[in-house]
């Protein structure tokens, strides 16, 4: 039997077993998919123990992301990123990858989104590194706004192609973009949107990373525009796709995870 997992402090709330399990099965691969929980400071102690002990691949999250790059030899993206979520221990030493990016663009695409243009990602933590990133790579321009403008403008300066802005600039950078994704918590068991409904447009593609509630304020205010829409849980879900995808090199049955990934939400 395989064993692949997550490490992340804490990490009992995770949607991530049930779907990896579910694909497993459909693809008839005998394997576990278990979650650990090391102390703060142990994340490249739990990646190298995991070498040892013959786990095929991890997800990694918060607060271990940037901690495992000591660990594994990071993907040209993840390095670039700054922050690993995948481990695969298929290689020696093992190659550590951001599926979050990918997992932006390939929910977008998902949804008939054209990759092209401007994008507004609204937020530049983590989750905003890894989109702004995956959709330069795409080759749009990227408009980067933060809370702290300074967070948005240092980010800017990494990303190709990009500018950074205030939360204020919001209104009207939305009203000129093709693409727009919320990478803060905003919306999050909240009824608030980061971004003014009058802003939002019919020819505007928008993800919110955040997934509870499945349908935010945001979400809302882009369809009542025409917007076209995309919950958080697809970016979730093709995270966990591409993972997958990487550790068994086989196609993900993307169908049976997604309805075993919204079965729990």
Not at 46 to 62: D, F, K, Q, W
Not at 115 to 142: I, P, Q, Y
Not at 204 to 223: F, K, Q, S, W
Request: hydrophobic share 45%; charged share 20%; glycine share 10%.
């Amino acid at each position: 039997m395989d064993v692949y997992g997550l490490i992340g402090n804490p990490v009992g709330h995770s949607l991530s077993p049930p779907m990896h399990e579910a694909a497993y099965e459909e693809l008839g691969i005998d394997a576990r998919y278990v979650t650990f929980e090391p102390p703060a400071d142990g994340g490249a102690a739990a990646v190298e123990s995991a070498a040892t002990l013959g786990v095929r691949g991890l997800n990694v999250t918060i607060p271990f992301k940037q901690d495992v790059l000591a660990a594994v030899e990071p993907a040209p993206l993840a390095e670039r990123i700054g922050a690993v979520n995948t481990v695969d221990f298929g290689t020696d030493p093992p190659t550590g990858y951001n599926t979050d990016a990918v997992g932006a663009t390939r929910a977008l695409r998902s949804h008939d989104v054209a990759l092209e243009g401007t994008a507004v990602v609204v937020g530049a933590g983590g989750a905003g590194r890894a989109v702004a990133f995956g959709l330069a790579d795409e080759g749009m321009s990227v408009g980067i706004a933060n809370r702290t403008e300074s967070k948005a403008h240092d980010l800017a300066a990494e990303v190709p192609d990009a500018t950074g802005h205030g939360l204020d600039a919001l209104g009207e950078l939305v009203t000129d973009a093709d693409v727009l994704v919320n990478c803060t918590s905003v919306g999050m068991k909240e009824d608030r949107s980061p971004v003014p409904a009058d802003a939002l447009h019919a020819d505007l593609g928008v993800l919110d990373a955040v997934y509870d509630p499945i349908e935010t304020r945001l979400l809302r205010d882009a369809a009542e525009a025409g917007a076209t829409t995309v919950d958080g849980a697809w970016m979730l879900l093709y995270q966990g796709v591409e993972a997958l995808e990487r550790w068994t090199g086989a196609d993900a049955p993307v169908e049976k995870m997604n309805r075993v990934l919204r079965e729990r939400l």
